[in-house]
């Protein structure tokens, strides 16, 4: 259990791995906007099967995959259920009120559920072969422009690793006190939902006391060990672009390009 | 030897509260020295430490001196002295910083604003010198109480501190844990010649230090070697502390009519006396 993570990164050496976190972040970002390019069939064949060569690209078991979109299964389901019965236009096939199956609510359908599988796909891929802290950096390097406009890019970014390093450790604390308040006789496991978040509170109470005593000794520790804010600040971590990252980008400019030559005009 | 450390008349009071929680003390530390700061809890052992590095501020007073190194603590040398003070803290976790061991070493460093190359370099020597080098890639959550320890001693190491100050660091860790943290700080002393002032619980620990300041309700009620310390039976359980073993053990066997010579310290000395003894029996 201890074992959890944000974005659940599982340790690998294939090709995707070897890439920049902040090519990979970049790409997935840039990733969402371009696949709204795709209008026809023949753009969301391809854009499919680029998703899919990236996938097979990560050596990852298809399961690890699934797993990532099993959570949102329903609101894909559900979304594209909105488009097939709301959608007019083209032949109407079925209607029942204001319920109606056409030719565009069928192929908006689709597209919708391909868009927003592939996105999660993406985003899993990034997600699995990156470490959160390598995102965290990537994330930084991302923001740094607003340091033009006295944005404390440094300190977020020492705030957000700081937090990915504790997620574990209060994870502990959680497992900690729910033994603690089990072994009183309080129950978590049993009821119905509002007994349960009900059993829930008892745990906030001193998770939240103990965040803040972890707060407090790690600042002091902080400060003991010579740290004063990001001025004259070196560092131990940083990245490097390589070859990696010129495939990566290729692959994407690629893709893009594709989709913009193919694309209903 | 020369001092390394000294107050003079520190008081300090925190906000709100009656009483001072250190009430005007004087004492020095020599260089070099392991000393043991004991007491029972709320004594004021661990506002000393927070004061010797300017974590806390001492009450104003024309008379208050606190030195370190040989430079006076002021808002202007706080860096200076923080620079040659390395504290461990009781509990593991919350002293980790980075997000792994390699990056929790660095920590300091970064903040001093070392150039890279030389990072790496003396990060890896001292991750080595702690005997973590299988770990250097391990995050917190993998690794036990003791091994956090040893990361947090590596880290403060890559510095290169005069003084480290272990704040029960040994108190949330297994018995084991406990042996192995102490004699690599020995090892590190030793090797560095660093000072050492160890607040402690642990009375077997105490009674290994060159010097003991016994601290009772912010005040210093005794400062000796171990011997002088440990022999004042009343005084040690004035603090609310058990004797060490081998002092209980002597003082029962004076009891029962056995000599034992006031210049025995240590277990195995303790040991070889009772031997011969038996043999002239």
Known sequence: ?????????????????????RGKLLATICFIFFIFLANNWITYSITVFFSIVAILATRLRIKVLWDGIKPLIWLIFFTSLLQLFFTTGGTTYWQWTIFTISSYGLTNAVYVFIRFTLIILISTVMTLTTMPLEIADAMEWLLSPLRLIKV????????????????PTLFDQVLKIMNAQRSRGADFSSGGLIK??????????????????????????????????????????ILKWSKYDLYNLSYFVLLVGLLLVFRTH | MDNIISFSNVSLTYPEAKRPAINNISFNIKKGSWTAIIGHNGSGKSTITRLINGLLIPDKDS????????????????????????????NPDNQFVGATVADDVAFGLENRGVPREQMLDIVDKSIANVGMMEYKFAEPSNLSG??????????????????????????????????????????????????????THDIDEAEKADDIIVLDDGVIIDQGAPETIFKQADLIEKIGL????????????????????????????????????????
């Open chain 2, 63 to 90: 008379d208050t001196i606190i030195e370190v190194d040989g430079i006076k603590l002021s808002d202007d040398t706080v860096w200076q002295v923080r620079d040659r003070v390395g504290i461990v803290f009781q």
């Open chain 2, 146 to 199: 003791g091994q956090k320890q040893r990361v947090a001693i590596a880290g403060i190491l890559a510095v290169k501190p005069q003084i480290i100050i272990l704040d029960e660091a040994t108190s949330m860790l297994d018995p084991n844990g406990r042996k192995s943290i102490l004699s690599l700080v020995r090892k590190m002393q030793a090797k560095n010649n660093l000072t050492v002032i160890s607040i």
């Open chain 1, 152 to 167: 404390p890019v440094d300190k977020i970014a020492l705030v957000m690793s700081i937090a990915l390093r504790f997620v």
């Open chain 2, 242 to 281: 058990e004797e060490p073993f081998i002092y209980r053990l002597m003082t029962k066997l004076r009891e029962n009519g056995i000599d034992i010579p006031n210049k025995i310290k240590s277990q195995e000395e303790l040991l070889e006396y009772l031997c011969q003894l038996n043999l002239k029996m």
């Open chain 1, 1 to 21: 259990m201890s074992k959890i993570i944000i974005g659940r990164y599982i340790p690998g050496d294939s090709l995707i791995y070897k890439m920049d976190p």
């Open chain 1, 196 to 237: 349960r978040a009900k059993a829930i509170a008892p745990l906030l109470v001193p998770l939240f006391i103990s965040s803040l005593e972890t707060a407090i000794d790690l600042s002091t520790a902080m400060e003991s060990r010579g740290y004063r804010g990001s001025q004259g600040r070196s560092r131990y971590r």
